[in-house]
């Protein structure tokens, strides 16, 4: 009756342990490399090195991180924004609605952060080239447009949350088995922040998803 059923010479239980022994090797020896394949190449797609054939950002200072927020950055870094959601497109509301849904606490996975990215397609590294011509033409580093977004984000109360570190622990959290916290870290802007933020406060709420993005 046994071999009937199916569970062979090694009977039932053998059967069943060389079935998770087969999951076991599928799972560790094609789907975690093919994860951290994926993820690798996203990730590259979002912070990837500055085209070479567009106009440099200038180069990073030891301010750049330290230096107080001016009010001349705060509009810059509007202008550029403005150009970066331009280039993005139509495939704008999508990255919207992937922010809508990790500020609800809505459960992302791995796979629907990487089918956001692919749905972006080519809008990233339009945006991304946005950014570098925006930076060039503002006399701002990389680093200081970063610093300037994370003072903006936690002026407006809003995570700095980006695809690169969700997708990162997402990953981790397959591995660990775990559930990632995704919403982020808000901090304390001071009063003279928000104040530099805050006429300008709709606009940069709208452009906020592009945060995930690293832009």
């Known amino acids: ?10 009977g039932c239980f ?17 789907v975690q490399p ?9 990730e590259s797609t979002i912070s990837g090195q500055p085209t070479q054939n567009l106009p440099q950002p200038p180069a990073a200072s030891a301010e750049d991180a330290t230096a ?17 959601r331009t280039a993005m497109g139509t495939t704008f509301p999508q990255l919207q609605e992937l922010y ?16 956001a990215v692919q749905a972006l397609g080519s809008s990233v590294a339009d945006a991304r080239a946005a950014v570098q011509r925006g930076l060039a033409d503002e006399h701002m ?3 200081r447009y970063a610093f300037v977004r994370s003072k903006v984000n936690r002026a407006l109360g809003l ?3 980006n695809l ?12 660990s088995q775990t559930v990632p916290d995704l919403s982020g870290t808000v901090t304390t802007a001071s009063e003279e922040e928000r104040a530099l933020v805050q006429p300008h406060a709709e606009i940069l709420r709208v452009t906020a998803p592009l945060s995930l993005l690293g832009l």
């Open 1 to 10: 009756m046994i071999r009937r059923l199916g569970c062979g010479a090694l």
């Open 14 to 30: 053998g059967s069943v342990a060389l079935l998770l022994i087969a999951l076991g090797v599928g799972w560790f020896g094609f």
């Open 34 to 42: 093919a994860i951290r394949s994926v993820t690798g190449q996203i």
């Open 68 to 84: 107080p927020l001016t009010r001349a950055e705060v509009e810059a870094f509007v202008r550029i924004r403005r150009e970066v």
């Open 100 to 115: 809508t849904d990790i500020q609800a606490g809505q459960p992302v996975n791995w796979w629907t952060a990487v089918q």
């Open 141 to 143: 580093s990389a680093e």
């Open 159 to 161: 995570p700095d949350v």
């Open 164 to 175: 690169s570190e969700i997708l990162s622990q997402l990953g981790q959290a397959q591995q």
